[in-house]
């Protein structure tokens, strides 16, 4: 009976999370508040976390985490996930950046409408029995122009919006191309452009080392005069000392924050700064944004563990449950292709290239290449899979290489691995047998087909009358029972290759006695 999967709720969400994972196949169990000690005595039991921003998955919490698979975060910031380190430990982590895509976008376009009009000083004073109309004059948003930093998926909404409110909106994304922002009718700038042109400017990008106090002091000063921004993106990517003096001179005639280089925010030196409109971090919060985090997360999490489907994942290639099943034989393939080269290379790896042809082309690559690398580094790591694979070929410094390639070739579908050595290059190259039995077509040149499955043995000799009889004689008296013979030769009498699938593992004892074999070049055991 097939155990199924557990997964910890540990903080609040929608109810119906829950529910989904139950209706998923998946054991789960709601336990929100709990302090960093005692998550870290629960957690090795689970295989799916599922957080918002309450839980900080640290790195003491990840290693005690023996069994975890996924980590699935309500929301779109990681901030409180060590993810480099779930990186390592081969745990997937995925976040949930559409679910309140609408209300983040809709709260910085209030932000800006507050700013405009003075909204929450005008209210207090109302509130107060001042009826101060005459002290307050707002201006417009018609006509003036907006400017973007960062113009992905909030970003582009936000943008909507405001063409909506007859805005003009530039924007400054480095992944922005020349036909999206046409499509989304902006006009993409330069940072200098963005900072001297806009009236207003609204930050919707991540936080990163590029993007880290990318409003600073400097790049504040050389905003237009009267400038008013809002930030409803992630706090550090302004200088708020800096904001706060802008403020206080007049040349940023307002600034509203949603988020804080610290939070919770119970002091900041941008409280009592003349025009300054403070939120605490609600981007999210509308019902409509909780429900829709809250069960994508649990249905995302619910596939991958179920099905294997990868959705949103920001350590690994997202994968649909639909897509899994067509490339599970090609991903087996590949894995068993990096595990031959990384068993049979010799020297120092330095790089490895990835080809795909035939149908193989057709699909996504990223998967193919990393069960490539985790068949690869599983000659260095007993704990290796596609999620950390990556990390540790970067880690030893492997020059990575994914090749697709529209031509024709003997076979209907090829993958090719290719690894740079101190001593050369070292090529392996397997297909499919009908849609989903991998086999191995060629090694180092030589043509060979091959199932790689269990304990092999492999042999380098000189094409002669009398070996295969030879060696098999040797496995005989040894006990070894031959399942399947593998051949393959470049020319007549030339070198040849011999590849035997076997019931027994090898032993040392016999590979030095097939050493002794006449003609024997190389002889090495392996393990599928």
């Given at each position: 009976m097939t155990t199924k999967p557990k997964v910890l709720i540990s903080d609040k969400m929608d109810p119906n999370a829950a529910r989904i994972f139950q209706e998923r196949g998946c054991d789960v169990d709601v336990i929100t508040g709990e302090t960093p000690e005692e998550l870290e005595a629960r957690i090795g039991e689970y295989h799916g976390l599922a957080i918002r921003s309450s839980t900080k998955v640290t790195k003491e919490i990840l290693d005690a985490a023996t069994n975890l698979k996924v980590i699935g975060r309500a929301g779109i910031g990681v901030d409180n996930v060590d993810v480099p380190h779930a990186s390592s430990k081969g745990i997937v982590v995925m976040n949930t950046p559409f679910g309140n895509s609408i209300t983040t976008a809709e709260h910085a376009i209030a932000l800006m409408f507050a700013l405009a009009r003075q909204i929450p000083e005008a209210n207090a004073r109302t509130q107060a029995g001042e009826w101060p109309k005459n002290g307050f004059m707002g201006v417009e948003v018609t006509g003036k122009t907006l400017g973007l930093i960062g113009?992905?998926?909030?970003?582009?909404?936000?943008?909507?919006?405001?063409?909506?409110?007859?805005?003009?909106?530039?924007?400054?994304?480095?992944?922005?191309?020349?036909?999206?922002?046409?499509?989304?009718?902006?006009?993409?700038?330069?940072?200098?452009?963005?900072?001297?042109?806009?009236?207003?400017?609204?930050?919707?990008?991540?936080?990163?080392?590029?993007?880290?106090?990318?409003?600073?002091?400097?790049?504040?000063?050389?905003?237009?005069?009267?400038?008013?921004?809002?930030?409803?993106?992630?706090?550090?990517?302004?200088?708020?000392?800096?904001?706060?003096?802008?403020?206080?001179?007049g040349h940023i005639a307002g600034a509203a924050l949603d988020v804080f280089a610290v939070e919770p925010a119970k002091e900041s030196p941008l409280f009592g700064a003349p025009n300054f409109i403070c939120t605490p971090h609600l981007g999210a919060s509308t019902n409509e944004a909780q429900v829709n985090v809250a069960l994508q997360v649990a249905e995302q999490m619910a596939d991958f563990l179920v099905n294997g489907g990868v959705t949103n994942a920001l350590n690994m290639p997202s994968l649909s449950a639909q897509e899994a099943p067509k490339l599970r034989p090609y991903m087996k393939l590949a894995e068993n292709?990096?595990?031959?080269?990384?068993?049979?290379?010799?020297?120092?790896?330095?790089?490895?290239?990835?080809?795909?042809?035939?149908?193989?082309?057709?699909?996504?690559?990223?998967?193919?290449?990393?069960?490539?690398?985790?068949?690869?580094?599983?000659?260095?790591?007993?704990?290796?899979?596609?999620?950390?694979?990556?990390?540790?070929?970067?880690?030893?410094?492997?020059?990575?290489?994914?090749?697709?390639?529209?031509?024709?070739?003997?076979?209907?579908?090829?993958?090719?691995?290719?690894?740079?050595?101190?001593?050369?290059?070292?090529?392996?190259?397997?297909?499919?047998?009908?849609?989903?039995?991998?086999?191995?077509?060629?090694?180092?040149?030589?043509?060979?087909?091959?199932?790689?499955?269990?304990?092999?043995?492999?042999?380098?000799?000189?094409?002669?009358?009398?070996?295969?009889?030879?060696?098999?004689?040797?496995?005989?008296?040894?006990?070894?029972?031959?399942?399947?013979?593998?051949?393959?030769?470049?020319?007549?009498?030339?070198?040849?290759?011999?590849?035997?699938?076997?019931?027994?593992?090898?032993?040392?004892?016999?590979?030095?006695?097939?050493?002794?074999?006449?003609?024997?070049?190389?002889?090495?055991?392996?393990?599928?």
């Amino acid at each position: 009976m097939t155990t199924k999967p557990k997964v910890l709720i540990s903080d609040k969400m929608d109810p119906n999370a829950a529910r989904i994972f139950q209706e998923r196949g998946c054991d789960v169990d709601v336990i929100t508040g709990e302090t960093p000690e005692e998550l870290e005595a629960r957690i090795g039991e689970y295989h799916g976390l599922a957080i918002r921003s309450s839980t900080k998955v640290t790195k003491e919490i990840l290693d005690a985490a023996t069994n975890l698979k996924v980590i699935g975060r309500a929301g779109i910031g990681v901030d409180n996930v060590d993810v480099p380190h779930a990186s390592s430990k081969g745990i997937v982590v995925m976040n949930t950046p559409f679910g309140n895509s609408i209300t983040t976008a809709e709260h910085a376009i209030a932000l800006m409408f507050a700013l405009a009009r003075q909204i929450p000083e005008a209210n207090a004073r109302t509130q107060a029995g001042e009826w101060p109309k005459n002290g307050f004059m707002g201006v417009e948003v018609t006509g003036k122009t907006l400017g973007l930093i960062g113009a992905g998926n909030i970003g582009s909404i936000v943008a909507s919006r405001a063409i909506g409110l007859r805005m003009k909106v530039v924007a400054y994304d480095p992944f922005l191309t020349e036909d999206r922002a046409v499509e989304l009718g902006i006009e993409k700038v330069d940072l200098e452009t963005l900072l001297t042109r806009a009236d207003f400017i609204t930050l919707h990008t991540p936080m990163t080392d590029q993007t880290r106090n990318i409003l600073s002091r400097e790049r504040l000063e050389k905003t237009k005069p009267g400038v008013r921004i809002i930030n409803c993106a992630r706090g550090g990517l302004i200088d708020e000392a800096a904001l706060k003096d802008g403020l206080e001179s007049g040349h940023i005639a307002g600034a509203a924050l949603d988020v804080f280089a610290v939070e919770p925010a119970k002091e900041s030196p941008l409280f009592g700064a003349p025009n300054f409109i403070c939120t605490p971090h609600l981007g999210a919060s509308t019902n409509e944004a909780q429900v829709n985090v809250a069960l994508q997360v649990a249905e995302q999490m619910a596939d991958f563990l179920v099905n294997g489907g990868v959705t949103n994942a920001l350590n690994m290639p997202s994968l649909s449950a639909q897509e899994a099943p067509k490339l599970r034989p090609y991903m087996k393939l590949a894995e068993n292709l990096g595990s031959l080269v990384g068993q049979l290379a010799h020297g120092n790896l330095t790089q490895i290239s990835i080809e795909r042809e035939g149908a193989a082309a057709s699909l996504s690559g990223k998967p193919i290449e990393g069960a490539v690398l985790a068949g690869l580094m599983r000659q260095y790591s007993d704990t290796v899979n596609m999620v950390n694979a990556p990390f540790l070929a970067r880690e030893r410094g492997l020059d990575v290489r994914s090749v697709r390639h529209e031509r024709e070739g003997p076979y209907n579908t090829l993958v090719r691995v290719t690894v740079a050595t101190s001593q050369g290059d070292r090529s392996v190259a397997g297909t499919l047998f009908g849609t989903d039995t991998p086999r191995l077509v060629e090694i180092f040149g030589i043509g060979v087909e091959a199932e790689l499955a269990g304990h092999m043995l492999y042999i380098v000799n000189e094409d002669a009358p009398g070996f295969i009889g030879r060696i098999g004689t040797l496995l005989g008296e040894s006990g070894i029972n031959i399942g399947t013979f593998n051949l393959g030769r470049r020319d007549a009498g030339g070198e040849a290759v011999l590849l035997l699938s076997v019931d027994q593992p090898i032993t040392r004892e016999i590979i030095a006695r097939a050493s002794q074999l006449e003609g024997v070049k190389t002889v090495m055991a392996l393990e599928f």
